[in-house]
C-alpha cells in the first residue's frame, strides 16, 4: 500500500520539474544586412537560420521575394523589376518572429539596393562628306537599348539596331547626289532618348558672291594713317556661313612676304589697322569671301594713297601736359568709350572731345591755379560700335568698356577692366607714395575720367575707400550750361572723383525729411577714408568741420541744413556749390579739400588725415591754411543768392550719387 502511494508523487515531481524548464531562446540570423542587384535581371539570396516561426515585409513595390515567411532555416530569393531610370533605388525587407513586445521578438532588416540604367556615347553629332563614308559610334551600357532611323532617312544605315551591352555601332551614308540633308537618329534605354545628328554635305556647292569693298573708296588719297576697313555682305546661295579675309599690299599682285598683310576677320565686315600704316603710300586692298565647303570669291581690287595725317592706336597713351612743380605729379587719365577707329586720327572726335573734358576740369578753380602739379594722360581704347547701351531706350552697343545708362542719370561700366586696360598701357604713372593706402597699385592714387560717345545727360562716380577712383561722364551737348558735358566732368570728376566730395543737394524722395541713422553711419565711415569734407552732421559754427573759415574775412562760410540727399540733419558750407547743380565753383571747404591732395600727393606726403579710422597728424604737411587763403582766387560764389532764390533744386534734374565701394584689405 506504501508503495502505490509512493508511486504518484514520484510521477508528480517528475511534472512538476519539467513545466519549470525555460523556454529556448530565439534566434534570427541572416547572411547580410545589405544586398546589391543589377539594374536588369537583378536578383539575390539572404540565407536564414532560425529556430523559429519567421515572416517578411516588402517596402519597395519593385521588389518581391520567395518564401515570405517559413520556419527554422532557409534560403530567400530576392527578385527586382528592371530599373530603366538614371536613378539608384534601394528598398528594405523586413524579417521578424514572435509577438512584438515579448521576448520572443526579434526584427531584422535587409537593405536592397539597386543600381540604375547607363548609356553614354562617344559621339552625338556625324558630319559626312557628299561621299559614301562609315562613322563608328562607341556605345557603353549597361542595359537594353535600340536605335530608330528615320523611315524618311534611307540614306543611312547601322550595323546593329539593338543591344543589351556595349557595342560598336557602325553608321554607314550613301552618296549624296543633291543638296545638305540632316537626320536625327534616336538610340533609346529604359524612359530616356539621346538623340544622334546625322549631316552630310550637299553633292553640288555654289561659292558666295563677289563682295565690293566700301571703305577705302577706290582712288582716293590723303587718306588718314590709321583706318577702318568696310565692306559689303557677301550672298550666299546656299545659304552657308561666310568668313572673309582682308589682304593689304604695297603691290597691286598681293605677293607673299612682309609687303602684303593678310587678317582673318571671321564674319566681320570690317577691320581696324592695328598701327599706323606708311605716310604718303599706295596701298592696295581686296576681301575674299569663303564659304564652310571652301569656296571662295575675290573682291575687286581698290587703291588708296595714305598722307600725313595719323592717329591713335588701340592702347596708345599720349600726355597731354606734364607737372612743372611737386615731385610726385597729380595724375589723371581721360579715356573713351564707345569711340571707334574713324574717331581715333590725329584731331578728330576722340582728341576733341578729351581736350574738351580736360579744359573743363581746369577751367575750375582751385585746379585752375593748381594746374602745374597735374600731369594728365589721354588714352585710346577701339570700341566695335559708337555711343553706349541704354537701357531704358532698348539700345545695345558693343564698347570697349561695356558702359551702361541705367536710367535717369545713373551709369556704369566694367571698372575692372578700366582699371587693368590703364594699368597695361599708360607708361610713367607713378604712384609710388607709401603713405597713401595699405596696397600700392599703378591707378591706387590716380583719377581715371570715362567719357562717354553718347550726348545725354547721365553721369555717375565710382568711389573705392582704396584711392580708385572712375568718373563716368558722357558727352553731353546739352545747350544748357549745368547740363553740359563740361559740367558733368566738374561733378564727377572734379567733385567726387579728384575732390571726393559729397552730393549737397537734396533729392524729391528725401524732401522734408531728416537723415536716417544708417545714412548717418555710412557718411561718418566715409569721412574716416578721406572723403565728404563739405557736409557735417552738426550746426555748431565751434565745432563744425570748417569752423576755421566762419568770419574769415572774404567768405561767406556758415551752416546751411540740407545736403547729402537730405533736408534736415544735414549741414554745407555755403549756399551753392558745383555739387548742387554742377555750377563751375567748389565752395570753401571743397577747394581746401582739393588743395590738400594735390599739395600731400606732389610733396609725396600722406593724403588722408585718417589712419586706420583715427584722425591722426601728419608729419611736415605741406599744406598750409594762411597759403591757401592767399592763393585762394575765387573765395565766394558771384551766383550764390541764384541758388536760394531763383534756382529750385528739386526741379533740377541732378546727377547721380556715387557708387561707394569699401575695399576689405
Known amino acids: 500500500m506504501l508503495k502505490i502511494i509512493k508511486l504518484p508523487l514520484f510521477l508528480s515531481l517528475v511534472v512538476l520539474l519539467t513545466q519549470c524548464k525555460p523556454d529556448p531562446l530565439p534566434v534570427l540570423n541572416l547572411s547580410a544586412s545589405e544586398v546589391s542587384v543589377q539594374n536588369t535581371n537583378g536578383t539575390a539570396e539572404i540565407s536564414v537560420s532560425s529556430n523559429d516561426q519567421w515572416v517578411t515585409q516588402i517596402t519597395g513595390s519593385w521588389l518581391s521575394i520567395t518564401p515570405t515567411s517559413s520556419k527554422g532555416d532557409a534560403v530567400v530569393k530576392i527578385t527586382a523589376q528592371n530599373n530603366f531610370t538614371t536613378s539608384e533605388r534601394s528598398a528594405s525587407v523586413i524579417f521578424t518572429m514572435g509577438q512584438e513586445g515579448k521576448k520572443n521578438y526579434l526584427r531584422k532588416i535587409v537593405t536592397v539596393k539597386q543600381s540604375f540604367s547607363q548609356l553614354t556615347i562617344d559621339k552625338n553629332y556625324l558630319d559626312f562628306e557628299k561621299d559614301q563614308g562609315s562613322v563608328t559610334v562607341k556605345i557603353t551600357s549597361n542595359t537594353s537599348w535600340t536605335i530608330s532611323i528615320p523611315s524618311e532617312s534611307s540614306w543611312i544605315t547601322a550595323n546593329s539596331t539593338s543591344g543589351s551591352a556595349s557595342a560598336d555601332v557602325i553608321f554607314t551614308v550613301s552618296s549624296n547626289p543633291g543638296g545638305d540633308r540632316t537626320a536625327s537618329i534616336v538610340l533609346s534605354y529604359g524612359d530616356t532618348l539621346n538623340t544622334i545628328k546625322i549631316f552630310q554635305k550637299r553633292a553640288v556647292n555654289s561659292p558666295p558672291a563677289v563682295i565690293s569693298p566700301i571703305h577705302p573708296q577706290n582712288n582716293l588719297t590723303d587718306i588718314p594713317r590709321i583706318l577702318e576697313f568696310s565692306w559689303e555682305s557677301a550672298f550666299d546661295a546656299d545659304y552657308d556661313q561666310i568668313k572673309y579675309q582682308i589682304e593689304l599690299s604695297e603691290s597691286v599682285n598681293f605677293p607673299d612676304g612682309n609687303s602684303t598683310f593678310r587678317f582673318s576677320t571671321d564674319t566681320l565686315r570690317r577691320y581696324a589697322t592695328p598701327s599706323l600704316l606708311k605716310e604718303s603710300t599706295k596701298y592696295y586692298w581686296r576681301v575674299t569671301a569663303s564659304d564652310s565647303y571652301g569656296a571662295k570669291s575675290i573682291s575687286p581690287v581698290y587703291n588708296f594713297t595714305t598722307g600725313t595725317k595719323g592717329g591713335y592706336s588701340n592702347g596708345e597713351s599720349r600726355v597731354a601736359f606734364f607737372n612743372t612743380n611737386g615731385l610726385i605729379a597729380n595724375e589723371i587719365v581721360f579715356v573713351g568709350d564707345g569711340y571707334t577707329i574713324a574717331d581715333f586720327v590725329d584731331g578728330g572726335k576722340f582728341d576733341q572731345d578729351m581736350n574738351e573734358g580736360i579744359d573743363a576740369f581746369f577751367s575750375v578753380e582751385p585746379y585752375k591755379s593748381y594746374k602745374q602739379y597735374f600731369r594728365v594722360y589721354k588714352l585710346a581704347a577701339y570700341s566695335k560700335e559708337s555711343g553706349a547701351t541704354q537701357l531704358d531706350k532698348g539700345i545695345q552697343k558693343e564698347t570697349a568698356f561695356s558702359t551702361v545708362f541705367k536710367g535717369g542719370s545713373s551709369m556704369e561700366a566694367d571698372d575692372e577692366k ?179 591732395r594735390i599739395l600731400r600727393t606732389a610733396h609725396n606726403a600722406r593724403v588722408s588725415e585718417y589712419v586706420n579710422g583715427v584722425l591722426t597728424p601728419i608729419p611736415n604737411d605741406p599744406y598750409n591754411l594762411d597759403e591757401f587763403v592767399r592763393l585762394d582766387v575765387k573765395k565766394t560764389e558771384a551766383g550764390a543768392q541764384f541758388y536760394t532764390k531763383s534756382f529750385n533744386p528739386l526741379t533740377f534734374n541732378q546727377l547721380a550719387p556715387p557708387v561707394m565701394v569699401e575695399v576689405k584689405h
Not at 563740361?486 to 549737397?504: C, M, P, Q, T, Y
Not at 567768405?555 to 549741414?571: I, L, M, N, R
Request: proline share 3%; aromatic share 14%.
Open 418 to 596: 578700366v582699371f587693368k586696360f590703364v594699368s597695361d598701357n599708360v607708361e610713367g604713372m607713378e604712384d609710388t607714395n607709401p603713405y597713401y593706402s595699405g596696397i600700392q597699385g599703378k591707378v591706387q592714387n590716380t583719377l581715371i575720367v570715362l567719357v562717354v560717345k553718347e550726348d545725354r545727360y547721365a553721369g555717375t562716380c565710382w568711389m573705392f575707400s582704396d584711392g580708385r577712383a572712375l568718373a563716368i561722364c558722357p558727352n553731353s551737348r546739352d545747350t544748357r550750361s549745368n547740363y553740359h558735358y563740361k559740367s558733368i566732368v566738374n561733378h564727377e570728376a572734379g567733385g567726387h572723383g579728384f575732390g571726393r566730395l559729397a552730393d549737397e543737394y537734396v533729392t524729391s524722395a528725401n524732401k522734408d525729411k531728416t537723415i536716417t541713422d544708417s545714412e548717418k553711419t555710412s557718411l561718418q565711415n566715409w569721412v574716416k577714408y578721406g572723403f565728404y569734407p563739405n557736409v557735417d552732421l552738426t550746426s555748431d559754427l565751434n565745432n563744425i568741420k570748417w569752423k576755421h573759415f566762419v568770419g574769415k574775412a572774404g567768405y561767406s562760410v556758415a551752416a546751411h541744413e540740407g545736403g547729402f540727399y537730405f533736408t534736415y540733419g544735414v549741414w554745407r558750407p555755403e549756399s551753392s556749390s558745383c555739387m548742387i547743380d554742377n555750377r563751375q565753383y567748389y565752395n570753401t571747404p571743397s577747394r581746401e579739400h582739393i588743395v590738400k
